[in-house]
Structures are given as C-alpha cells and as structure tokens.
C-alpha cells in the first residue's frame, strides 16, 4: 500500500468531505469569485494521531459550499452555489450515495429556483419519507426537496420567499457604521442557514436580521398549515446580520456576521428571547472581521466561533448565565469559513478559504482550548463533515 494510504476501516480512523469552491459565483459584495478547489474531497483521518490523509476528489461538484448527512449517513447532500445553474437564475443540490469504503457515487441533482445556495440539512427519517432543505442566499429563499425511497432527489416540494424591507428605527445607534446606513433603503433577504432541530426547520437570514421556525410534520416536510408561516419568529437587532446555529437543549447560539457577535437565545416552547449579545473578537481588536461558524462541543460545555479576518477560532465556555471567552486560537490561514469537531471530541480542524489549507488543532476535552497540530494543502475549502 503507497505510503499514507490507509484502509477507512482500521480503529481510529475517520472519514472526513471537504467542500470547496470550484466554479464562479456572486458574493455578497456584488463580485464574482471564481475557486480553484476540487469539488468534495475525501479524506482519512487519524484520531489518534490527527493526521489527514487525501483520498479521492469529485471536480464534478461545482461549489459545494455546504455538504450534510441524511440521517443514516448513506446520502450525502451537497449545495452547488451557483447563480445560473442550467439557465434557472439559481444553483443546485446534489445527492451522493456512501458506499461501504466512504467513496461517493453521485445520484441526482436539481435546481434549488433560488440564487446561490449556501447551506443544507436533512430531517430526520419518519419510515420511507425524508426531506432535504437549502437556503439560498443571494435568492432570500429557504427550498424544500421531497427524496425518493433510494435518497436520491424526488421534487423541489416548497419555496419560502423572503421579501425585502425597509430599516426600522430602533431609537438606538444602528451596530453598523450610521453613516453607512440609509434608514429609507431596503434590507435585502439573505436566507443563509437552514437547520433541523428538535423537530423545527430554523432558517437565518443575515439580510433581514431574523431567525425563523418551522414546525416539522410527520414526513420531516413543512406542516401544511405551516409552509410559508413559521411558528416562531425572533428579529434580532440591526445589523447584526445572523449566520450560522448550534443548538444545546434549550439554547439556540447565533453567529452573527455583521456585528462581529454572539448572540444567544433560549426557547420556553414557541417563545425565543434574547438573553445575551457578546463580541466575537478579544476586547479592543480593530481588524475588518466577520464572524462564520458556529458549533458547540457534544457534551454541550464549549462553543468555538469562526472569526473571519481576525483568522482565529473563538472558544467560550458555556455557563447557565450566558457564555464567557477563553481562547483566540489562531486558526492557521485567512478566513476560516468552516470547521469541525473530529468524531472523538480530541481534535478541530478549520478550513482556511483564501490561503488554501486546512489547520489541525489538538482540543484539551477538559479545557477546551485548541493548541495547533498541522496543516494540509486544500485550495478554496469552505466546509468540512465528518
């Protein structure tokens, strides 16, 4: 066997997809970024040791920029963000099988009628009936796909069209520089996280500054009373622009973009109330910076935040009052767009976009804090699943 090829199989080893950009598409500034990744890649990797090993690489997957498990892990989904796929003004989602030795064998894929898709997830199994949901950031749209009984992509089963709106004057100084903000101009939607959790689909928009809820039914599909109503809805402060979500029993952790923060919400049944708002970055930093990932530690006692530009991973420890910061962990390259928690709790690994690399980092279960371990090549890499 070639050196540093290793069999999925042996203990201790882990299966790890690397989505990556590999196709043009607009950003949020109104410029087009054109990746030179690879698609999805495959990797191996160690958890005794933490070392990665490159495995296989799917060039055919244009801009998976997000990638999720169905709930058996034998369907990988990923969103292809795209802003014209096949002439439909919008991108695309794809279904991959996972055979036995992790290698992916693509199924279907299907236009999401929505512009740049930025993020996936699947509900959970109810017999045959399962459900796959994008959101598409520059289309401000949350799509719903049915699957058939293989996993692959039945029909796009529900759009959410989010609409834009008009700034609303708080009577308070707006997060954002007030003289970048026209309180007459219109917030644009920009739906970009769509999660399952607790039998609700939670929708962020960072262009609207809302968090939404969708009670789930039966087949994991939006309610039928339900589609294009939620159930819950939270509108957070101005410009706080909300991203990503980790969830911990009765917490919701909120990302939020543009105001470089963490918010953090607690739900009492169909109630969510804000109860705490806290800088991503350490105290006094001056830096052009914007808050990513998001997630929380499986014993739910540590969150680590992605700061994009300061280029660290923030660690907080989780209190009953709120969370406190503890560590700024280098992150290892520029813009630190995804990471994950390997399987085992015992490592980070952080998918650094524009200096092309994925950093290892050791994590002290006990503390939590992250000490670097290495670094691997991985050109325009944005979201990493284990």
């Not at 969370?323 to 995804?338: D, K, T, Y």
């Amino acid at each position: 066997m070639p050196d540093g090829l290793r069999s999925g199989m042996e203990i201790g080893m882990e299966q790890l997809y690397a989505g990556s950009y590999n196709a043009p598409v607009l950003t949020g500034d109104g410029t087009v970024y054109q990746g030179n990744g690879k698609g999805i890649t495959r990797y191996e990797f160690d958890e005794e040791t933490g070392k990665l090993f490159e495995k296989e690489s799917i060039p055919e997957a244009p801009n998976a920029s997000w990638l999720a498990f169905s709930p058996d892990r034998k369907r990988l989904y990923a969103v292809n963000e795209l802003d014209n796929h096949e002439g439909t003004k919008g991108g695309a989602v794809s279904a991959y099988l996972v055979q036995e030795d992790g290698c992916l064998r693509f199924m279907n894929r299907l236009p999401v009628m929505g512009a740049a898709p930025c993020h996936v997830d699947c509900a959970p199994e109810h017999g045959q009936a399962r459900h796959v949901y994008t959101a598409n950031y520059n289309g401000g749209s949350l799509s719903a796909f049915s699957l058939k009984e293989d996993g692959s992509l039945k029909a796009l089963d529900c759009l959410v069209q989010h609409e834009p709106c008009f700034w609303e004057n708080e009577g308070q100084a707006s997060v954002l520089d007030p003289a970048s903000v026209d309180k007459g101009k219109k917030k644009l939607p920009h739906v970009h996280s769509s999660s399952v959790f607790d039998g609700f689909l939670w929708i962020t928009d960072l262009g609207l500054d809302i968090l939404e809820a969708y009670r789930l039914d039966i087949t994991g599909g939006l309610e039928t009373e339900g589609k294009g109503a939620p159930c819950m809805q939270l509108k957070l402060p101005n410009g706080c622009g909300p991203r990503s979500l980790a969830f911990w029993k009765n917490r919701i952790f909120v990302s939020c973009e543009l105001s470089n923060e963490v918010a953090v919400l607690e739900r009492k049944g169909d109630s969510l109330t804000l109860i705490q708002r806290i800088s991503s970055l350490p105290e006094g930093t001056d830096v052009d910076n914007h808050v990513g990932g998001i997630q929380i530690s499986e014993d739910g006692r540590y969150l680590y935040v992605g700061n994009r530009g300061h280029d660290s991973i923030a660690v907080f420890s989780v209190k009953k009052e709120g969370i406190v910061p503890e560590q700024w962990a280098p992150s290892g390259g520029r813009n630190p767009r995804g990471f994950s928690l390997s399987p085992s709790g015992k490592w980070l690994l952080a998918a650094n976009q524009d200096s092309g690399n994925l950093t290892v980092m050791k994590r002290d279960e006990e503390t939590g804090l992250l000490h670097s371990a290495g670094c691997y090549e991985a050109q325009a890499v944005v979201c990493l699943l284990f």
